[in-house]
């Protein structure tokens, strides 16, 4: 059986001046799970991701990652380097986390912010951008790139520290259809590689081709399901129920081959 990785009992959150955004939440992650979070807009997904990525912390309830409760008071230091080392996350808007004059330099930051040796980070620089297919910008300014271009190299300076877990918030959001199927093939590679794979998106196309385990959201922020991906996107009337669809959806048959 997989190892443990998160474990959230009875968490609540709220911003200032709001109502709950996620309450009374149980959940666990396991150790080489691919999982998508789905819910319409405003149910706590992004909240719920930035939580697991330790971006943010639960105001009740318990969280522990890798076996160890994770707490703001006592995050800092080699506690919080480590557990960003381990646990990568992935912003909807790739321009929120580039903004180094290169694009080498944008891979480097994160490794040496970390305290990773220079030569270990120069091999692995010699060693992603081909992986990623960006071999010919890494002097060019990131604010100059495409949208396909932006979210390879997000994903690259995030990649480069080797996480246990990637946190992806909407990956293929305003990516092209090349660019979408390129992410596709890099994300079941890392999957075959052992990596904890953790979605929120929209694109109910894209859940069953990333993801075996799907966790919906309700409006009222609490868990509506928590069932297999074939069997959740099945069931038109749920989806229809919590807003993540309308009358109109249907299944594509070939998401559920056996």
Not at 155 to 165: A, Q, W, Y
Not at 195 to 202: M, N, R
Request: hydrophobic share 40%.
């Amino acid at each position: 059986m997989s190892n443990n990785v998160f474990k959230l009992n009875k968490i609540t959150f709220s911003y200032p001046q709001s109502e709950p955004v996620l309450s009374d939440l149980n959940l666990e992650i396991n150790e080489g799970e691919r999982l998508s979070i789905l819910g319409a807009n405003g149910c706590g997904k992004s909240t719920l991701l930035k939580i697991l990525a330790g971006l943010i912390f639960p105001q009740s309830g318990t969280f522990t990652a890798f076996g160890d409760k994770i707490e703001q008071k006592s995050f800092s230091g080699e506690i919080s380097t480590t557990y960003h080392r381990r646990v990568g996350f992935i912003f909807q808007d790739s321009e929120a986390q580039l903004f180094c004059s290169t694009v080498y330099e944008e891979l480097a930051f994160g490794p040496l912010q970390l305290g990773l040796p220079r030569d270990t980070i120069k091999k692995r620089i010699d060693e992603l951008p081909a992986m990623l297919g960006v071999e010919k910008l890494l002097d060019k300014p990131p604010f100059r790139l495409s949208g396909g271009e932006k979210k390879k190299i997000a994903i690259g300076s995030v990649l480069i520290l080797n996480p246990d877990v990637l946190i992806l918030d909407e990956p293929t959001n305003s990516l092209d259809p090349r660019s979408q199927a390129w992410l596709l093939n890099l994300l079941q590679a890392l999957s075959k590689a052992g990596k904890t794979l953790i979605f929120a998106t929209h694109n109910l196309d894209l859940v069953p081709q990333v993801s075996d385990r799907a966790i919906l959201f309700d409006e009222d922020h609490t868990i509506a399901a928590d069932m297999p991906v074939k069997e959740l996107l099945k069931n038109a009337e749920l989806l229809k129920r919590v807003n993540l669809v309308d009358q109109h959806y249907h299944t594509h048959p070939w998401d559920f081959n056996p």
